[in-house]
């Protein structure tokens, strides 16, 4: 399918999963406004190369998704330099892990406003410019957390199930709008991020990384692989287009069968 002429603002979008995405979307012609943070340099040759590569206009905004006044001007912005704002995947997010009597409280607020606020005023702010339009797609990276619990993660299990329930109220409120409201829920994805803990692991244990792989995705998944950015990406583009137009209000499992145990 095509999305061009469509413009899509990705959270998070500077590594990872909100990468692939981005990736994903400018692959099938969207516009694409990058969001995260990182060294200058590097956002920078990251934002050329989608640009070349496939064909776009790609830009880039800093705003820090846990204030809401910089999430609106975002939006603004992606307005004033795109001319649109057309698909919206709210993917930034945060963790921290203990049990809830250690959990600091300072980070409880943050995992909160990042994970959980941070994707209410995205969908705030860019919600009206859809509505006059009668088109729009907003995406919403839960978890398989967003689901089913794990222990040590209360302010990340809250934050996306909480996301999963805005998911259904949005959707629900735009259901005539034109505009579809659906969550991703990830199992896990092998990232950067991801790849360095498993380096990590072997080097603490003494073992290989696929033993170490193994380990880590047995725990919680029947299938023993990682999904990959660029699978969750795919399943974005599918989401905006018009074969999912009547799909909304759905938290979205790509999780090797986590949920399903």
């Known amino acids: ?19 692939g995405i981005a990736r994903s979307l400018a692959a099938a012609g969207a516009d694409i406004m990058l969001n995260g943070f990182g060294d200058t340099g590097q956002i920078e040759a990251m934002r050329a190369g989608l640009e070349k590569d496939h064909g776009v206009k790609v830009g880039h905004d800093g705003a820090d998704i846990g204030k ?36 600091p409280s300072e980070r409880w607020d943050q995992i909160i406003a990042i994970n959980l606020s941070g994707v209410f005023f995205g969908m705030k702010a860019a919600i009206p410019g859809m509505q006059a339009k009668g088109w729009g797609r907003i995406i919403n990276i839960a978890s398989a957390h967003g689901l089913v619990a794990s222990p040590q993660k209360v302010a990340y299990v809250a934050a996306k199930h909480g996301v999963v329930g805005m998911t259904k109220v949005a959707a629900i409120e735009l259901a005539n709008a034109g505009v579809t409201v659906n969550a991703i829920c990830p199992g896990w994805v092998l990232t950067p991020l991801v790849e360095k803990q498993l380096h990590d692991r072997a080097t603490r244990h003494g073992s290989a990384i696929d033993t170490e792989s193994h380990a880590v995705l047995a725990e919680k998944q029947p299938m023993t692989r990682f999904s990959t950015p660029e699978q969750i990406g795919a399943l974005a583009v599918f989401l905006c287009s018009d074969a999912a137009s009547t799909m909304t209000g759905a938290p979205l499992s790509i999780d090797g069968g986590w949920v399903a145990q």
């Open 68 to 103: 809401p006044d910089q999430i609106a001007a975002m939006v603004a912005a992606t307005h004033q330099a795109m001319g649109s704002l057309d698909i919206l995947v709210n993917n930034a997010g945060i963790q921290f892990t203990a049990n809830i009597e250690d959990f």
């Open 1 to 19: 399918m095509s999305l061009r002429g469509k413009v899509a603002l990705v959270t998070g979008s500077t590594s990872g999963i909100g990468l």
